[in-house]
């Protein structure tokens, strides 16, 4: 099946600083989803993009779907960024079902 | 997020207890997900419901028992659970425009279960 991978697995950063984090999938995908989990568990949509950037306020997103990478940006971070990130892609196997890659836990320090 | 709520927020059950939880869609979506969020494990898909009728049931054990009534309501029903169950279960639910091509999903809040 298809593997999604993210990096790093781990990041911290003092507020202000800006970060890049990256999620890779093996094989085409018709969509890829990122999302914010926050301390309490719930998944929070940030993006929805197949390909392309799209751009919502201090975050951006990028999917090159030809090299199956997708970048996530957080400029200018804030405590309140802190949390786990996802990336997710659909598999179509009689039913879409998101297959998640495992994660980038980020750490904004004050 | 209010478009899909998920009830309860926690719950403690023994091994012979039974117990349900419920999930409920606001967006007038036609489709609804179970997902299992273990410790140190990616989220995993356990159910889908399409048009109310379960499409994927990806290989979970018989001791849960989803139930999709209608196109806003998913119940999961548990019963003899095992303690390696315990982890955060989130609902979500996606507007399938053709059939296995769904689009954007979104999620609950989750029920943190713990099974003692």
């Known amino acids: 099946g298809i593997q999604v991978e993210q990096s790093p697995p781990d990041l911290i950063l003092q507020e202000g600083a800006n970060s890049t984090l990256r999620c890779n999938f093996s094989?085409?995908?018709?969509?890829l989803q990122w999302f914010h989990q926050n301390p309490w568990g719930q998944l929070i949509n940030l993006f929805y993009i197949p390909s392309g950037t799209k751009q919502n306020g201090r975050l951006s997103a990028t999917t090159v779907a030809t090299e199956r990478y997708s970048l996530l940006y957080i400029s200018s971070s804030q405590t309140t960024d802190s949390g786990v990130y996802f990336c997710?892609?659909?598999?179509?196997?009689?039913?879409?079902?998101?297959?998640f890659g495992q994660g980038t836990r980020l750490t904004i320090n004050p | 997020e209010t478009g899909v709520t998920q009830t309860p927020r926690h719950l403690v059950m023994g091994m012979t207890n039974k117990k349900s939880l419920k999930c409920e869609q606001h967006?007038?979506?036609?489709?609804m997900y179970w997902y299992k969020q273990s410790a140190k494990k990616p989220l995993e898909l356990m159910f889908v419901?399409?048009?109310?009728?379960?499409?994927e049931n990806n290989s979970v054990p018989s001791r849960f028992s989803p139930e999709c009534p209608n196109s806003s309501h998913l119940f999961l029903h548990l019963h003899t659970l095992q303690p390696e169950d315990s982890a955060l279960y989130l609902c979500a639910s996606s507007q399938e425009e053709v059939v296995g091509h769904g689009r954007e999903q979104y999620f609950g809040p989750g029920t943190r279960l713990t099974v003692t």
């Open positions: 419901y399409s048009l109310e009728e379960r499409v």
């Open positions: 094989d085409s995908v018709n969509n």
């Open positions: 967006l007038g979506h036609n489709a």
């Open positions: 997710a892609v659909p598999i179509i196997q009689g039913a879409q079902k998101l297959v």
